[in-house]
């Protein structure tokens, strides 16, 4: 479906490739042909339970010479809802990517930015096909090592099973507020609610036909057992609930998401990559309000089984990690931290992040 109130400059299309029909925006210089002023092409994918829309403000303000395109990934926004197939982690992601790459005929080498569960993808997609990323640019991204159920630097299981990750850990009031497409703001799980206190610093003001259209972004999310959040299964482990094998919950969860084979792309194939990241996130960080850790440690949830078993994920410190050894292993990167911002710095500080990306595309 296309979009007829996009921002002055951006552009709402479709795709039909051989994966699934993928809405995507568009802005910029569309011919790359080599005449005229021609800048890169830069290709921004968003997080989980969000849209193109969150990347709008920062396409529109782009300079015209460089050519932006923004997808719905499948299950979000106004792209087809297809099942998510946990089972090979993100790879159903950055198989539509790569397909929606071919079917427009994009010139590579592109500049690649994946925002939260976005920047999980670019991490898949730059291990799978690195020929094609000249920068690789990670927003508040995805721990390598998934979201929820590891103690440590190393993305060490805290369970077997990986208890306390995947499909079950969504929460059933917000899961309900989507599908119902609720926009009021007094449940404290409604998405306006959430919108507003996790995705950004609480301290942010929102532009208030913005605020309508990232909060439409959020609503446009498929929900049930093949999207958000997923599937699960009972686990005799804490939290009593283990991934299952379908759902976007179940693919970011450490059972099926592994994505510290970055580290092994050939050193002469390696993208830069430059860590963005706000230092007031509450959604990835290392002590996460959305990680059953971090909830068990503030007495939140019962019978949490304390700090050796189930601490909370260090996700910051993981991606780090993995980041450090990117490097020792021919790689290059820099990790730029915004202050007083959260989890969508180009929703919250736009210009600077716009001097970040402009900086890679120069």
Known sequence: ??????????????????????????????????????????????????????FEDVMAALPARHRAIAPDLRGYGDSETGPVDATTGLDDYGDDIHALVAELELETPFVLVGWSNGGGVAMRYAIDHPEDVAALVLVNPLSPYGFGGTKDVDGTPCFDDYAGSGGGMGNDAFVAGLADRDRSEEDQASPRKVLRTYYVDPTHEFDPNREESYLTGMLDTATGDENYPGSSTPSDNWPGVAPGELGVNNAISPKYCDLEAITEIDPDDKPPVLWLRGDSDQIVSNASLFDLGTLGRMGELPDWPGEDVFPPQPMVDQTRAVLERYADRGGAYEEVVFSNVGHTPHVEVPNDFLEQITGVLE
């Not at 007829?4 to 910029?28: F, M, N, P, Q």
């Open 1 to 54: 479906m296309f979009r007829d109130d996009t921002l002055a400059g951006v552009d709402s299309r479709i795709a039909d490739t051989d994966r699934l029909t993928t809405h995507y925006l568009e802005s910029g210089n569309t011919d790359q042909s080599g005449t005229g002023e021609e800048g890169q092409t830069v290709i921004f994918l968003h997080g989980n339970v969000s849209s193109s829309r969150f």
